[in-house]
């Protein structure tokens, strides 16, 4: 079956443009998160979702940082005046409420 | 406070030998641990998991371990192939915590051929 999957796989952009970053959830799964990996390091956690709603945002870094899920299912991570320092892989994953969670292929953003 | 790491940065492993990955955690409220696969441009690739209530679970060719009394957990991958070769990473839920994991730096596993 399908996985998560992310989209775009590659974003290059300018330091102070804005990005939107996509993300398919597996079918049926209710609950969706976001996690931003930096170069060496584990995922850290950045919003979480259950159904619509945001259920916890406290990883996100600043209200640079935004993120919307209109109908349950696809989700939007969307980053205003982009900085250098906002250069990770963005990493999505999705679960069916219960505790495992699948994770797609990551947005590589790179802000030069 | 909360927080996963990891014993060993890099483990080389012959092929064919048995691979042991160390984790420890620092939060005894957590009540689920998982360990995750992560190859050189992809996502984390779920492998097992487990529960507080539990000491080991096994999958294929792996089993993982949990120690509650010093807060360690590890995992066992039986009969190392190249095709494990990777950086593997543990990850924590804490009891009653919104869902999100709370995930080591990783150990990266190199099979020697």
């Known amino acids: 079956g399908a996985g998560v999957s992310q989209t775009p796989s590659n974003k290059v952009t300018e330091k102070g443009k804005y990005v939107e970053l996509r993300c398919d959830p597996i079918s049926g799964h209710t609950a969706l998160y976001w996690y931003r990996q930096s170069l060496g390091q584990g995922p850290e956690f950045l919003i979480y979702?259950?159904?619509?709603?945001?259920?916890?945002d406290s990883g996100l870094p600043n209200d640079r940082f935004f993120a919307v899920r209109p109908e349950g299912s696809v989700s939007t991570l969307k980053i205003q005046r982009t900085e250098r320092g906002d250069s990770a892989v963005y990493l999505c994953?999705?679960?069916?409420?219960?505790?495992?969670?699948?994770f797609g292929p990551g947005t590589r953003l790179t802000v030069l | 406070g909360e927080s996963v790491g990891l014993h060993l940065p890099t483990l080389s492993v012959q092929e064919g030998d048995n691979s042991i990955i160390n984790c420890a955690y620092s939060n005894s409220a957590s009540d689920y641990f998982i360990w995750y696969k992560q190859e050189s441009g992809k996502g984390p690739q779920f492998i097992i998991d487990?529960?507080?209530?539990?000491d080991k679970r096994q999958g294929q060719r792996v089993t993982v371990l949990l120690n509650k009394t010093v807060k360690h957990l590890s995992l066992q991958i039986a009969a190392t192939q190249p095709g494990d070769s990777a950086v593997y990473f543990c990850a924590e839920k804490g009891r009653g915590s919104q869902g999100n994991l709370i995930f080591g730096k990783g150990t990266k596993l190199s099979v020697k051929p």
């Open positions: 487990i529960r507080s209530n539990m």
């Open positions: 994953a999705s679960s069916r409420g219960g505790d495992t969670q699948y």
């Open positions: 979702f259950q159904g619509t709603g945001a259920a916890d």
